[in-house]
């Protein structure tokens, strides 16, 4: 079955750094993978997503980066603020309703 | 509006009460999802419901017991549950018909005594 890997398990970055997040999969017939956002005592929240026929997508402050060839993806935040502390989770689907988490990344944004 | 509504927000329980959890969609979404998911770690799926079908369920114990009314509504019936079930129980939600993004609600927080 799918397997998500995913790093660093935290990144602790300076008010308006870069952070970058980085996941691995390991189905090449995966073909959705969506990021989500998951704040202390909330459920997590679709943040940006991307299909297998897109190599990029930005939205604001976040983009996120395909390469199906190495099987990975990566989510980047540009200008962190201390509000995009939390912790983030990737994803990859696999068909038949299943999304298969990575193990999510403690992310500090530190004023 | 992507929005999933969950209630109770918090629930304490012993080993012998039943209780239920329900999560509400006015989306439109055809497929509806529970997760568990304990501390650090990620969403855990147990059942997947698509057209009001129950159509995944990720072997869970019979002590969790999915319903789903109609469309815009899930039920999970609690009976008998043990210490370890403890955790945050989070609602999904996604448009069906081949969409794959999945909307959370804010989850449960479910503590057996």
């Known amino acids: 079955g799918e397997n998500v890997e995913q790093h660093p398990s935290t990144l602790s970055v300076q008010e308006g750094d870069s952070a970058v997040i980085k996941c691995t999969y390991s189905?090449?017939?995966?073909?959705?993978f969506p990021w989500y956002k998951q704040e202390l005592g909330k459920g997590p929240q679709l943040i940006i997503d991307?299909?297998?026929?897109?190599g990029e997508k930005k939205d604001q402050r976040i983009a996120v980066t395909l390469n199906k060839t190495a099987k990975h993806f990566s989510l980047h935040i540009t200008e962190t603020q201390p509000e995009d502390s939390a912790v983030y989770f990737c994803a990859a689907y696999t068909g038949f309703q299943k999304l298969v988490f990575g193990t999510g990344t403690r992310l500090l944004v530190s004023p | 509006d992507t929005e999933v509504t969950q209630t109770p927000k918090h629930l304490v329980m012993g080993m012998t009460n039943k209780k239920s959890l329900k999560c509400e969609q006015h989306?439109?979404?055809?497929?509806m999802y529970w997760y568990k998911q304990k501390a650090k770690k990620p969403p855990e799926l147990m059942f997947v419901y698509s057209y009001e079908k129950l159509s995944i369920n990720e072997s869970v114990p019979s002590r969790f017991s999915p319903e789903c009314p109609n469309s815009s509504l899930l039920n999970l019936h609690l009976h008998a549950l043990q210490p370890e079930d403890s955790a945050l129980y989070l609602c999904a939600s996604s448009p069906g018909q081949g969409a794959r993004e999945q909307y959370f609600g804010p989850g449960t927080r479910l503590t057996v005594t």
């Open positions: 991307i299909r297998s026929n897109v």
């Open positions: 989306m439109g979404h055809r497929a």
């Open positions: 189905d090449s017939a995966s073909n959705y």
